[in-house]
């Protein structure tokens, strides 16, 4: 059901069952609502294309079949007009399809309500992944710096938009509460990262776009690229092909002298594995 309070919503779906019947109910009944029905491009293009037609204030996601408490949007909403923050998080939560088993997505708590963001606090939060379905973002700041999701195929298509929209943010707030539940699927890229460990290879792919926007931005690469390596590493670490990718990541490596990333990394690592944090 949808709150009359709710944030206004655009629909952008095809579907070959009774969802576009259902969105035109909703079309009638609430003049806030549009429907766009547009051929499948992959979720980076539906996203982009979403974004290229809206005209409100905020900008959301939500996947196909995922769950979410009913007050969402107004949560995230007053949150955003009390604070005034460009983003505003909440917490989400897994469930497994077919068995209805849910676990929590393990978001770090920060501990606050509310923060101006500064050069560390971009670091952590570009190093902590927040899908675009748990953040509630200004549609102005999206449009102004041209932050787009990947539409090459690459697997983490939204890894960059995330990273883009922390760096150009001035604030951001977070409502410690699960208001948003993800639907797990094994066929999906959140399954295949179980059996298909060489996907990982597109952080590389990401990590050339975001020099290449860097750039195209005016900002400084090599602070950006270093704030990004956390992901490489991580990734590093999957992969089959580990020669193979550690050769690609030194060549970017030594373009940008950040050799001694890596052993900051390990250190990092290290540290937590002795104080038994993930």
């Known amino acids: 059901t949808l709150s009359s309070s709710s944030a206004a919503s655009d629909v952008y779906k095809r579907q070959t069952d009774s969802t576009p019947d259902i969105c035109a109910e909703y079309v009638k009944k609430d003049k806030r609502f549009k429907y766009i029905a547009k051929k499948n491009g992959g979720p980076g293009h539906a996203r982009n294309f979403g974004l290229d037609k809206a005209t409100g204030e905020y900008a959301i996601f939500m996947d196909h079949d995922d769950l979410v408490d009913p007050n969402w949007l107004k949560t995230l909403y007053d949150t955003a007009q009390q604070t005034g923050a460009d983003i505003t998080f909440c917490h989400a ?160 490596l030594d373009q940008y002298n950040l050799q001694a990333e890596r052993a900051k990394f390990e250190r990092r690592r290290l540290f937590k594995k002795l104080l038994g944090i993930r």
């Open 93 to 252: 939560q897994e469930m497994v399809d077919g068995t209805g088993e849910t676990k929590s997505m393990n978001y770090p708590n920060f501990r606050r309500r509310y923060l101006v963001l500064n050069n560390e606090w971009r670091r952590k939060l570009s190093q902590t992944f927040l899908p675009p379905w748990c953040k509630l973002m200004r549609l102005s700041i999206i449009k102004q710096h041209n932050i787009r999701f990947a539409e090459d195929g690459n697997k983490f298509d939204d890894v960059l938009f995330h990273f883009f929209l922390i760096q150009h943010a001035n604030n951001v707030a977070f409502v410690n509460k699960i208001l948003y539940t993800h639907r797990y699927f094994p066929e999906s890229i959140s399954g295949q990262r179980e059996h298909n460990k060489d996907m990982h290879f597109d952080s590389l792919k990401t990590l050339r776009d975001l020099i290449q926007k860097a750039k195209v931005d005016g900002l400084e690469v090599r602070p950006l690229v270093s704030r990004y390596l956390h992901h490489c590493f991580k990734a590093e670490r999957k992969v089959t092909s580990k020669a193979k990718y550690t050769a690609e990541l030194n060549a970017i």
